[in-house]
């Protein structure tokens, strides 16, 4: 099965609804035999979700720096993710010009170019030129609603570049 690297600031327990919809994701990809390592946020003292013996969790990110983008780069190619999934930024990984999530698809020369995917589960058209560098790098991107889509379509243009767009609803 194929190797995935997860990018998500946050985990369950955190009561963000995107890190929980989202770790069910990456939980239920996990049961299907696929290898999942997931980079995310350190906070002291901060309590992770229950081990899954196909789950690893690594937390080389403190601010989400681009600064931070060398602590993870040994750490992938060791790896060799077939697919770099991004969860949407939020907090810490949304500010600043400097913020690694745009940063981290310039990585995939490095990697053999898996695609990358990235999920917006609560896309707001006000965040949507902070995404700008990671949607033209994504490969695909997935949305939790038709108004979401909707809102992306008319933000890509039509290019050869415009990555695939999906629908994936959240659960009830």
């Known amino acids: 099965m194929a190797r995935i690297a997860f990018f998500n600031e946050r985990l369950p327990p955190d009561p963000d609804p995107v890190s ?17 390592r997931v980079f995310t946020t350190y906070r002291p003292d901060q309590e992770l979700p229950p081990p899954h013996p196909r789950i690893q969790i ?13 602590r993870v780069v040994p750490i992938l190619m060791e790896f060799r993710p077939e697919i770099i999934h991004i969860v949407e930024p ?4 949304l500010h600043g010009l400097t913020n690694a999530m745009s940063t981290l ?16 589960y609560d896309l707001r058209s006000d965040r949507l030129k902070k995404y700008r560098l990671l949607l033209y790098a994504s490969h695909a991107v997935t949305v939790s609603n038709a ?10 243009p039509e290019t050869s570049r415009k990555p695939t ?7 009830a």
């Open 147 to 156: 108004s979401q889509l909707r809102v992306l379509n008319e933000f890509l």
């Open 58 to 70: 690594l937390q080389p990110f403190k601010n989400w720096s681009w600064l931070e983008i060398p």
């Open 165 to 171: 767009l999906a629908l994936l609803p959240l659960p």
């Open 20 to 36: 929980a919809f989202s770790y069910e994701l990456i939980r239920s990809l996990a049961d299907q035999q696929h290898e999942i």
């Open 105 to 120: 698809p310039t990585l995939a020369p490095l990697l053999n170019n898996p695609p990358i995917v990235t999920s917006l």
């Open 90 to 93: 939020r907090a810490e990984a």
